[in-house]
């Protein structure tokens, strides 16, 4: 590993004061070299996913998320299959490689339903599906994976145990990454990621979620900085810091050269450049939200997450002009990891015995 755990917490702890000064007027020399990085690795080239927010339904109660059960300010929908094959269309046709179905963590919807789901889109176009729906039994799992799902997101937001079940009441890290585990030998592409800057969290924890999601061998990794949402108990907690978010992100590519990497939509809640800071500090994919302008709104994970009111391919539209004028290139390939096999062999071995 590149950096030790002591040089982590230094370099997270001195852009804490470096932001206290006000110097923001260029980028921290760990992000221009994380930035290389991720062009030696992809060149200009960045991978675009098309997010389908389909259910805001959730079962779960964390502290940080607007669609927690107990906010019964939020309008809760579930989208029909043709909404959803809709959106996916409006996706294609937009340049997405990949579709990443996503919604609360909830057992109310029968799997099977969502299993058909996943083999219609990929009978109908050439691309890889992503599933995020939360913590599920490992025969749901194995359903989706045989139904074709390529990939599985499940964020472990911190590895930290007592943050973690102070945050997410119920939860527990280490049952969070037994999950991602029997995902990963169930053979999906497997992702997780962090929030950057929850209320309680350390330079020292957040050094230490580095460190244990770089040990992973995982495909694709994410840091989206927190982002206090009104209707929560965290509502007036203090934001997350752009310079510490895209300080992690730089860290997790420099540990994982070959791992996607999004610019997360949270870093454009704080700055309009947020996300462009992002490709520039080592993210190699975007995620715009292709969910229908009539429920986008109400998929309200934090302020600022999904603008109500215009067409889902227009904002997209929008970030792909914002990328390219940025330098960037955008293709429109499923964009497999490029994380070396033997990374992942541990756990696939694991997996057979
Ligand atoms: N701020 C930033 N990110 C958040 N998420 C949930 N709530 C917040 C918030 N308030 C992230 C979590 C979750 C993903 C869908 O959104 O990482 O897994």
Known sequence: MPYSRREIIHILRSAA???????????HPLCEEAGQAARTVFGQTIYQRGVIEFSSQCDMACLYCGLRLPNTRLDRYTLSHPDVLHAVDTAVQCGMGTIVLQSGQTAQPDPALIAELVSVIKSRHRV????????HPEDVYRLWRDSGADRYLLKIETTDEALHQRLRPGQTAATRLRHVERLQRLGFETGSGIISGLPGMTPDILAEDLIR??????????VGPFIPHPDTPLGHSSRGCLTQALLAMAFLRLQNRGANIPATSALDSISPEGRILGLQAGANVIMPSFTPDTVRGAYSIYPGKNRPGSKAADIATALQ?????????LTNITGNSKTPLFSRLPRMLEGTL
């Open 17 to 27: 004061f470096q932001r206290a000064k006000g110097d923001r007027s260029r980028a």
């Open 128 to 135: 890889a599906v992503t599933l995020s729906l939360g913590e």
């Open 213 to 222: 999601l770089s040990s992973l061998g995982l495909e694709m990794l994410a």
């Open 321 to 329: 002009q914002r990328v390219l004028s940025a330098g960037f290139e």
